[in-house]
């Protein structure tokens, strides 16, 4: 069966649903899965009830933005693609032992394309009793543009995913590197997104892909960056492949993907409140997230 899979970025923060597809893994569950990337990110969900894609990645944040407006009688969570945040702020402060409060007064280049990794570092730094608004935030349209506005001194720090982490670290030398992920706890980072008139009408194709998804999690927890970016660096002809290896050494490290697609009530909540800094209703997993499926 042919499944169209939605994400808003092409990342190896991604990695399951590379491994799945260049290990075979979706074929061997009778899945033809294609990939497609969203031209805007704002309309990633506006794809999948159009019909433009079976299933989406996406952050949480794009679902509790849209509560209110009955999104969550359309569609539904199926289940976590990574674990935590897949985000690392890069500075050029190499031998200073690392703290929030440093961000004070600094100038910080955000990534572009969501507002996400701003919402969960504005949380962080609260919770360690610091300033966010005291940050100087700059957002550029591009990863790129905003690594050369770092190069060029534009900004103290920078905050991005993998592989931009270790393109920069090409171009700028040695940088202090702090992943987020391990200060924001587990949680739902990213989430694959369906149509719940699709699932309850046929949910098989949807627990066969979350199959495939968690064959893909325990390959990355038990192999090698090395073994890991052999099968998907056919995805990423526009990075070298010991790029790509860094990048999944670096996410192995923080456990990025865990070990099961499988969605956690508490940790589903916390991350709402994160992002919204508002507690989550108690009926909130039974709102959003279809959990018999993985």
Known sequence: MALVLGQVFHGPFYAPTYVARGLRFFEDEGLDVETRIAKQSSAIIDSMLSAEAD???????????NTDQGLP??????????ATSFFF????????????????GKGLLLFPGTPTPWLCLQHMMRERGCRPDRVRRIKLPSPQLAIGAYARGEA?????????VDVLLEQCGPQR?????PMLGRCPFSVFVASRKAIETDPLPYARFLRAIGRAQAYLRTNSAE?????????????????????????????LWGDAPSISSSEFGRLYAVLTGRLAPGNLLQQWVVADLC
């Open 55 to 65: 299933i989406v990645v996406t952050g949480p944040a794009r679902l509790y933005e």
């Open 73 to 82: 009688r359309q569609v539904a969570c199926i289940g976590q693609v990574t």
């Open 89 to 104: 702020l890069i500075s050029r402060h190499v031998g200073v032992p690392f703290d929030l409060a440093h961000l004070e």
């Open 156 to 164: 103290d720090y920078i905050e991005l995913p993998e592989p931009y």
């Open 177 to 181: 590197v702090v992943a987020l992920g």
């Open 227 to 255: 073994d890991v970016s052999a099968a998907i660096t056919k995805y990423f002809q526009e990075f070298q492949r010991k790029t790509i290896t860094a990048a999944i050494h670096r996410y192995q490290e923080i456990d």
